[in-house]
């Protein structure tokens, strides 16, 4: 008896990220000053320069004023990326001309408002 197993899918043209990502650098969120975060962060190249994926997986508790950044060590201003667009699922922001996201290991969510961190991500 032959068997045959089929694989039905949904393809999509979609312009966010997928939980794939974009074949970056790759780091997994966790919750600082008592917020809970989880989900994948990425650092990819398009378009001639950098973006920040947060993928399908992520999931954050919600906070104050969330902006997304990258740091080394901690969160670094120069490199805000603008207001966080959702607190769950794929979104995508743009690394700021003239910042080398190659220098940075971690993606923050940073409360600028207080002025206090949110979630982070260390990225490999």
Known sequence: M???????????AAATPLL???HGRLGAF??????????TAEIA?????????LLDDFVFD???DPKVALGRGGYDPATLMG???SNTGASSYAVPTGIDPGTYDEVWIWCEQF?????????G
């Open 2 to 12: 032959e068997r045959r197993i089929f694989v039905i899918g949904v393809a999509s």
């Open 20 to 22: 794939a990502g974009g």
């Open 30 to 39: 966790v919750g600082v000053n008592g917020h809970t975060c989880s989900g």
């Open 45 to 53: 190249p398009r378009d001639g320069g950098f973006v920040v994926n």
């Open 62 to 64: 919600g906070g104050p």
């Open 83 to 85: 207001p966080l667009q």
């Open 115 to 123: 002025d206090v961190g949110l979630a982070v991500a260390a990225i």
